[in-house]
């Protein structure tokens, strides 16, 4: 039986649904899955030895110039290879109209959530078969259940310390020891202004770690993310930025990584999917819907009364919260805490609670 996959972004939610391909194949060895995935995600699902065909597609690219991308035959060309295959069923995991509409470009049985579990309802209109799901439960468990229900297997239990993403860290390239590296990463980088930690605590999480014998290492992706890198790092010793790194190359250093500290941003559920040790830090968002979800992950979130408040920009209108870090001359600063919420997880609990997932994951190997 071929399934065609159609999850195209983000990385989180590429990420969530890789769990979903595991227990399928487990049910059944037979099972042989293609997936449509945003370009940019492309490596994504090429990490899991259930996907067999990866078809990029550039939406995202797409929008920016739509009559160039059909004048210079992109479009086409993605629609026929899209069509390549008859597929025995395309899962529509996204439930967006751009997921919906590239289903229905295919060639197969179209199934996708109910539009009253759908991101999208409008999506419904493109399947030919709808499921229900909790919303209330977390984004891969629904993923399991749609896949389960659509490929008619059980659902086995699984928790955040038994699931299976199924990754092949020979794929991404890795085949070290991934033990004792001294190596931390920090993900400071993400979508939302509101999700942002504030940059003085980052800088006095960085100088805790490297007193505590780590060595720090600072992604980016963009030209904000590569000032803010180095703006966390000047004149700390131990602590570098890294060059630009490939989708690839970040999942390398995290999987090498003792452990790995992040706001909420896709490459958090990238070290949740490696089972790197992992500290995240919600402010504005929930985690109990989206958030890091795997082996040997914790999460801070904000006990501030307007928490979660899911919203893009803080509006927060109460009295101003400052809080004290050390400055480079080894005085105490106060600066005040912007976006707020964070003041509820200051840098020496995120490395206290990273520190203790580590050592989780240290007694469990012995154990083993």
């Not at 983000?10 to 399928?24: E, Q």
Request: hydrophobic content about 40%; some cysteine.
């Amino acid at each position: 039986m071929r399934v065609l996959i159609v999850k195209v972004s983000s990385l989180g939610d590429i990420i969530h649904t890789l769990p979903a391909v595991t227990d399928a194949k487990n049910a059944n060895r037979r099972l042989q899955f293609d997936w449509v995935v945003e370009e940019s995600f492309a490596e994504v699902p090429a990490w899991h030895p259930g996907v067999e065909r990866v078809i990029p597609v550039a939406f995202r690219r797409w929008r920016k110039g739509i009559f160039s991308a059909l004048r210079s035959g992109e479009f086409a060309a993605f629609n026929e290879d899209l069509k390549q295959t008859h597929y025995d069923l395309v899962i529509d995991a996204q439930g967006l109209i751009k997921s919906g509409i590239i289903s229905r470009l295919s060639r197969g049985l179209t199934i996708g959530l109910s539009n009253s579990t759908v991101k999208e309802p409008l999506a419904t209109l493109f399947y030919n078969k709808r499921i229900s799901v909790p919303r209330e439960e977390h984004a891969v468990q629904r993923v399991r259940e749609l896949f389960s229900r659509a490929l008619n297997y059980p659902l086995l239990p699984a928790n955040m310390e038994s699931i299976d993403y199924g990754l092949n860290l020979a794929r991404i390239g890795v085949t070290e020891n991934l033990q004792d590296s001294g190596m931390l990463v920090f993900l400071h980088g993400t979508t939302w202004q509101s999700k942002h930690w504030p940059e003085p605590y980052w800088r006095e999480l960085a100088r805790l770690a490297t007193a505590h014998g780590y060595t720090v290492r600072l992604p980016w992706g963009n030209d904000n993310e590569r000032k803010r890198a180095h703006a966390i790092a000047d004149g700390i010793a131990g602590v570098s930025v890294l060059e630009r790194q490939t989708l690839t190359g970040m999942a390398q250093q995290i999987a090498l990584a003792d452990g790995v500290i992040g706001v909420d941003t896709g490459l958090g559920h990238l070290a949740a999917a490696l089972a790197t040790p992992t500290l995240t830090l919600y402010g504005p968002t929930n985690p109990g819907l989206a958030g890091t979800f795997g082996r040997h992950q914790a999460r801070l979130s904000s006990t501030l009364p307007c928490a979660p408040c899911m919203s893009k920009t803080c509006h927060y209108e109460g009295p101003a919260i400052t809080d004290s870090v050390t400055t480079d001359s080894g005085d105490s600063k106060e600066f005040t805490v912007r976006p707020p919420c964070f003041s509820s997880n200051p840098p020496a609990q995120a490395l206290a609670a990273l520190e203790q997932v580590m050592a989780q994951r240290k007694r469990s190997i012995r154990i083993a």
